[in-house]
């Protein structure tokens, strides 16, 4: 606002700028829209002419879209499985339940690794290999959501264009939602999705924060730790808990003047893991090498997944490992069903403040508030489950 408006406003009180109040000294100017009929159930309009709104789907049509191969509709369907709507559970269900029959046939390969270690990039590289070897990839980039404001950037997909103009290839970025380990809680749900669409191969990217990556791991098939060197990784690497779940271990930015640094990383790791880490049935896990700028090494990655597959296969890994998951995946969605019902329970919203204000003034400890708020839900959830 300039100085002779400024003054203008407050003579005559009015200190807040208003956007009609833009004149042509200023960049900025509000357009007057098109005026719309009344009647004319509109969502815009483009050279005078009314565009309708999309009309709604059914669950039918979104199954028979997504067996063919649309991508429209499974981008569709994926929104509303994301939702976080009571009218789209049920249709999401309905939806899951009529392409069940047709997935659980891609490999599900779950790549983590701290940030800066290249995820997107081998990603990048690996699903454009893939995909010109015949291949349909799926990529299920996941970005942390802010804890303020809840949104992303879901920028994954700008970041890996030569992928995204692959046509066999599908980019779905989603926001990690504040859960641990950066997957979201549908993420499941997506995969069978895209695996009913036709994907052969579905790769999952986590946050990489370095937290609660177990999750990542009762989700996938196959699970991939990218490391780098001279990033403090070589620490990284000797935590036991990411060793013991890694079925890999990939050194990426192998190349130029650090490709000596990545070999001498490699044999690091394959010392850490011949102490920390028992082969599994009909594998063993070790540590490789790739560029993501080269491509050396992408190709060798793939053969190893490949390998892996068939190795578990043969054991009866591969089959026990997705019964696992189905499993894990019940409880984890009961224990989402008792939040949510938790949270949209009045009562129980007025007696948690109550508790927590009284921690706050000191009346009672962390503990004991603690063990009255689960008496609290005990009671009231109980008694409403009782009356219904």
């Given amino acids: ?17 208003q956007p009609e109040d833009a004149g042509s000294e200023y960049a900025c100017s509000v357009m007057p829209g098109v005026p719309l009929s009344p009647d004319c159930n509109v969502q815009a309009q483009r050279g005078g002419q009314a565009l309708p709104l999309r009309s709604a789907l059914t669950a039918e049509d979104y199954a028979n879209g997504i067996i063919a191969g649309d991508r429209v509709t499974l981008s569709r369907a994926i929104t509303v499985i994301e939702s976080n709507a009571p009218k789209h559970f049920e249709l999401g269900q309905e939806i899951i339940q009529r392409i069940l029959p047709y997935s659980g046939g891609a490999m599900r390969v779950g790549v983590t690794g701290v940030p800066g270690a290249g995820k997107s990039t ?5 699903g454009t290999y893939l995909t010109k070897n015949g291949h349909k990839v799926a990529v299920l980039a996941v970005d942390p959501s802010s804890s303020l404001t809840r949104g992303s950037i879901l920028g994954d997909k700008t970041r890996m264009e030569n992928l995204a103009r692959q046509k066999n290839a599908f980019i779905r970025p989603s926001p990690s939602g504040g859960s641990l380990g950066g997957v979201t809680r549908k993420s499941r749900e997506t995969m069978l999705l895209c695996e009913a669409a036709g994907y052969d191969t579905i790769l999952v990217e986590t946050v990489g924060v370095g937290q609660s990556e177990t999750m990542v791991r009762q989700m996938v098939d196959y699970f ?18 990411i060793i013991e779940l890694a079925d890999s271990i990939l050194v990426n930015k192998a190349d130029g003047d650090n490709k000596m640094k990545a070999l001498m990383a490699r044999a690091d790791y394959e010392q850490i893991l011949h102490y920390l880490r028992q082969p599994t049935e009909g594998w063993k896990t070790k540590a490789y090498t790739c560029s993501s700028i080269t491509g050396e090494g992408i ?17 009866g890994i591969f089959i026990k490992r997705r019964k ?10 009961a224990g989402e069903y008792l939040q949510n019902r938790i949270a949209r329970c009045a009562e129980l919203t007025k007696c948690r ?36």
């Fill in 1 to 17: 606002m300039g100085t002779e408006s400024l003054s203008a406003a407050k003579r005559t009180g009015r200190l807040e700028w």
């Fill in 122 to 126: 081998f990603i990048e590289a690996f």
């Fill in 224 to 241: 991939l730790v990218i490391v780098i060197t001279g990033a403090g990784d070589e620490l990284q690497g000797i935590k036991k808990g």
């Fill in 299 to 315: 190709p060798e990655m793939w053969s190893v997944i490949e390998d892996f597959r068939e190795n578990v296969t043969k054991s």
């Fill in 324 to 333: 696992e998951q189905t499993i894990e995946w019940v409880r984890a969605m």
């Fill in 353 to 388: 403040e109550e508790i927590e204000r009284r921690v706050i003034e000191g009346a009672i400890t962390p503990t004991s508030a603690a063990k009255a708020l689960t008496a609290s839900m005990e009671r009231l959830l109980f008694t409403n489950a009782r009356e219904t």
